[in-house]
């Protein structure tokens, strides 16, 4: 006897249902138990489309066969929970969401499934409710953790609606959300980010705003009526026409450019004390998320004994900030450096001036010679638990961090001010 799907509104005989177990199965990417195998697959399949679709609900009749019959029933028992309606709202016609759940929740079963097989000698008993119930919530929590990174990943598009996701297949999604759930308050980084990316348009609203058409730098001469004072127009004739030999007075724009942060965030052994990683990565997402909705570039190095690699892309930012662990030592003056000929050699001064250094400050330092008042680059450093003079003395602007909510909006008020 074949298995029945569980649920109405998405026929378990059509072309996309059938499409949609494959690509369950192709992602689970392990051998099924042979025992539940079958039972597994339309399970996953159910999940999916209930997570996805609309037109997806519980079928009120019991099911025949035994393991579905318990899925059936975990299933009929979360629609009605706050947490599902709320997972609704974001998983409803989310692929990648909806298949990480799937996927999640097969893995799980499947795992189960072999171990009872083995402990009951390869018998056909069926799993328990608890057992599929344990399932359905570790990949809630998994999807939970997904959707925080797809927020922080995601183009928002202008009105609001949901853009573009860079770089971020199912496939990444999994990977990275099954790598930050081993990583301590990973969990912690990604919901305190959102939280002052939610916060900070409203934090801000009152700020400088910047015009493509320019900025006001002096006046000129010029003989391009387009330029011209509207004043320089309504003269008498003769002043007029002397004005065209002559040159009338023009308005000079400076083009304004909001220009992009340059952030080196300290990942030494020293850093992980306390709440200096949480706050800390949590800030640099934010800072990367800004920088995204504000259509301004975003360039990020973690250093500790030495600089590390230069990222600039959405998925490799994100991923980097949630699962690098921190270790070694601190040289504050490499990675300064490092910056520095990165805006210099990789020609970055069309993109910033500005460099936003975190650390706890563990490492003496001397470049006077690198940030003097004549030079165009700017340096923001953020001391957390900590004093350096040396980075003090070259400074544009030095601030001692308080490892909470206010601080945070203090330095994302102050880098975005530069």
């Known amino acids: 006897m074949s298995v029945r799907s569980n649920i109405n509104g998405i026929d378990q005989s059509s072309t996309v249902y059938r499409i949609t177990e494959e690509r369950i199965v ?7 138990d042979k025992n539940e195998a079958e039972s597994i697959k ?3 399949s159910d999940i999916y489309f209930l997570f996805y679709s609309e037109l997806a609900t519980v079928r009120s009749q019991k099911n025949g066969n035994e ?7 975990r299933m009929s028992s979360i629609i009605n929970t706050d947490d599902f309606k709320k997972a609704k709202t974001y998983s409803q016609l989310n692929d990648r969401l909806s298949m990480l759940y799937s996927v999640n929740f097969m893995k799980n079963l499947n795992k189960k499934a072999k171990r009872d097989s083995q402990k009951n000698g390869n018998s056909s008993e069926s799993m328990d409710s608890k057992a599929i119930e344990e399932s359905m919530k570790d990949a809630s929590k998994k999807m ?21 996701i860079e770089n971020l297949s199912v496939e990444s999604l999994i990977d990275l959300t099954d790598e930050a759930m081993k990583v301590d308050n990973a969990d912690k980084i990604l919901t305190m980010a959102n939280k002052l990316i939610d916060i900070m348009p409203r934090y801000t609203k009152r700020m400088k705003a910047f015009s493509n058409t320019g900025e006001l730098a002096g006046y000129y001469k010029t003989r391009h009526i387009s330029n011209v004072l509207s004043r320089e127009l309504a003269m008498p004739d003769e002043i007029f026409y002397s004005k065209i030999i002559n040159g009338f007075t023009g308005k000079e724009k400076r083009l304004v450019s909001q220009g992009s942060y340059y952030v080196l965030l300290d990942k030494s052994g020293s850093m992980y004390e306390g709440d200096k990683t949480l706050w800390s990565r949590s800030v640099a997402l934010a800072l990367f ?4 909705n504000r259509g301004r570039k975003y360039f990020f190095r973690f250093f500790d004994n030495k600089p590390h690699d230069l990222l600039n892309t959405p998925f490799e930012i994100v991923e980097n900030i949630l699962t690098v662990e921190a270790n070694k030592g601190t040289c504050i003056e490499c990675a ?18 500005t460099i936003i250094l975190i650390t706890d400050g563990e490492d ?20 957390i638990n900590g004093y350096n003079e040396g980075l003090k ?20 008020g102050l880098a975005r001010s530069f």
């Open 26 to 32: 192709r992602r689970v990417n392990t051998g099924l």
């Open 67 to 73: 393991f579905m019959e318990n899925v059936r029933e």
């Open 144 to 164: 939970e953790m997904a959707h925080e990174i797809e927020k922080l990943v995601k183009d928002k598009t202008p009105g609001g609606n949901r853009g573009k």
């Open 336 to 353: 300064l450096k490092t910056a520095l000929m990165d805006i210099e050699n990789e020609k970055m001064a069309d993109e910033t001036n």
């Open 289 to 292: 998320r800004i920088s995204k």
């Open 364 to 383: 003496k330092v001397k470049m006077d010679d690198y940030f003097k008042k004549e030079y165009n680059t700017k340096l923001i450093t953020v001391m």
């Open 393 to 412: 003395k070259i400074s544009s602007s030095y601030m001692n961090a308080r490892l909470n909510e206010s601080g945070a909006l203090e330095l994302l």
């Open 42 to 44: 339309i399970a996953a």
